[in-house]
């Protein structure tokens, strides 16, 4: 694994660098759950984030597996509230 020194990683990735010293939450899997509306599209979730290497086997398993419990999460968030909650800046902030 490489090591960087904040001051090389911020002057070659600034706006990365921004967003890790600004503590910005990246949604996770779980955060995207709020978003289904059913199983079936729960478990298409899960394996998007499996197939794009975002989650390991095991985890995509346990997921599938406690899918009772994660359903509760699901319609949970409207449209436009991870903007609101401060989870994800809006668009215009990135130019």
């Known amino acids: ?3 960087w020194d904040w001051r090389t990683f911020r002057e070659r990735f600034p706006h990365l660098a ?4 600004q503590n910005s939450h990246i949604p996770s899997i779980m ?3 709020e978003r289904c ?6 478990l298409e979730l899960i394996e998007f984030f ?4 975002e989650i390991s086997k095991s985890f995509a398993e346990s ?3 406690n899918m009772d419990a994660l359903s509760r999460l699901f319609n949970t968030r409207k449209p436009g509230e991870y903007t609101k909650r401060g989870i994800l800046k809006k ?5």
Not at 18 to 21: G, P, R, V
Not at 91 to 95: H, L, Q, T, V
């Open 91 to 95: 668009s215009e902030d990135f130019r």
């Open 18 to 21: 921004e967003e890790i010293s």
């Open 50 to 53: 499996y197939r794009h290497g």
């Open 1 to 3: 694994m490489m090591e």
């Open 37 to 42: 509306s059913g199983v079936e599209e729960a």
């Open 31 to 33: 955060d995207h759950f």
């Open 63 to 65: 997921l599938k597996k």
